[in-house]
Nanobody, 122 residues
Framework: QLQASGGGLVQAGGSLRLSCAAS????????MGWFRQAPGKEREFVAA????????FYADFVKGRFTISRDNAKNTVYLQMNSLKPEDTAVYYC?????????????????WGQGTQVTVSS
């Protein structure tokens, strides 16, 4: 089970940190990802982190602004979002992938959190 939190309302240029807590003893065996979905749009990949946290992957539109990290001791993955823009407004979802290869397609992920709303005002 994945539980996302940390969303909210922020002004453009501001920051938020999303957290996703996982239950169960096998968190470190999953690749973890963040996706987002804006109203009327497809769910899109934001970032992913390898099982040991040593490798990270980002969508081009967040490179240099967002940072994904994980703490396997706490069964938690984070998404630090800086320099937020109104176009970052969306519901953000964390997801877990049992394979060993990082995927950027939502269909490759096996488990999903409930989503947390991020709203960026201009």
């Amino acid at each position: 089970q994945l539980q996302a939190s940390g969303g909210g309302l922020v002004q453009a240029g501001g920051s938020l940190r999303l957290s996703c807590a996982a239950s169960g003893p096998t968190f470190s065996t999953y690749i973890m990802g963040w996706f987002r979905q804006a109203p009327g749009k497809e769910r899109e990949f934001v970032a992913a982190v390898s099982r040991n946290g040593g490798s990270t992957f980002y969508a081009d539109f967040v490179k240099g602004r967002f940072t994904i990290s994980r703490d396997n001791a706490k069964n938690t993955v984070y998404l630090q979002m800086n320099s937020l823009k109104p176009e970052d407004t969306a519901v953000y979802y964390c997801a877990a992938d049992r394979t060993i290869v990082v995927h950027t397609t939502s269909g490759s992920y096996d488990y999903w959190g409930q989503g947390t709303q991020v709203t960026v005002s201009s």
